[in-house]
């Protein structure tokens, strides 16, 4: 089975610049999460879709950040305009069942965004 | 929020020693998870224990819950260098749709 896949693997920009990060999570899994991880810290949940729907976008920052799924398989995070602060890896998951935070969550590699 | 904290943030063992790390959170939760994460794998599920078990294994793996004091042990017996990496206990957010990650235990066991 194909886990979930990401691009790019790395991504360096200058502040005030645009980047986008896309997923393909595992074929048939209803749920995919995005997560942005600071160097020495957990993830953090940043937008959770239920196929093409969002269930949680609590933690997104919606005046920079914006997430989509239009076809419920793959999705795509984009920043616009990036911070400093957005150095970190943005790593994206996906799992079966959408709910009760009872189903395991499969995880790409992730993406290390570095704001210069 | 964080709703998980691990303890200790670092531990460094010999290879065959075990290695205990633990894991405190905050509010009523129905189930716990642990996840692995190290440079060659990325972050990957280790188990999962239900608000109703004290105990599960799996493999070197040992985990327990205490619900009464709102903690979880995960124990690796017999720790193997390919066992360093960063691990991490999640549970369930409010909301019940997403996990909530802590900010990590680094074990490095060396040869």
């Known amino acids: 089975e194909a886990g979930v896949a990401q691009s790019p693997r790395y991504k360096i920009i200058e502040k005030r610049q645009s980047v986008a990060f896309w997923c393909n999570p595992i074929?048939?899994?209803?749920?995919l999460y995005w997560y942005q991880q600071i160097l020495g810290q957990g993830p953090k949940l940043l937008i959770q879709f239920q196929n093409n729907g969002v269930v949680d976008d609590s933690q997104l920052p919606k005046d920079r950040f914006s997430a989509e799924r239009l076809k419920g398989v793959d999705s795509t995070l984009k920043i616009q305009p990036a911070k400093l602060e957005d150095s970190a890896v943005y790593l994206c998951a996906s799992s079966s069942i959408g709910g009760r935070g009872t189903e395991t969550q499969y995880f790409g590699p992730g993406t290390r965004l570095l704001v210069l | 929020s964080q709703q998980g904290e691990e303890d200790p943030q670092a531990l460094s063992i010999q290879e065959g020693e075990n290695a205990t790390m633990n894991c405190s959170y905050k509010t009523s939760i129905n189930n716990l998870q642990w996840y692995r994460q190290n440079s060659g794998r990325g972050l990957v599920h280790l188990i999962l224990?239900?608000?109703?078990?004290r105990e599960k294994h799996s493999g070197r793996l040992r985990v327990t819950l205490d619900t009464s004091k709102k903690s979880s042990s995960l124990l690796i017996t017999a720790s193997r260098a390919a066992d360093t990496a960063s691990y991490f206990c999640?549970?369930?957010?409010?909301?019940?749709?997403?996990?909530?990650f802590g900010k990590g235990t680094t074990l490095s066991v060396s040869s």
């Open positions: 074929s048939g899994h209803a749920t």
């Open positions: 999640a549970t369930p957010s409010r909301a019940g749709t997403a996990l909530i």
């Open positions: 224990i239900r608000s109703n078990e």
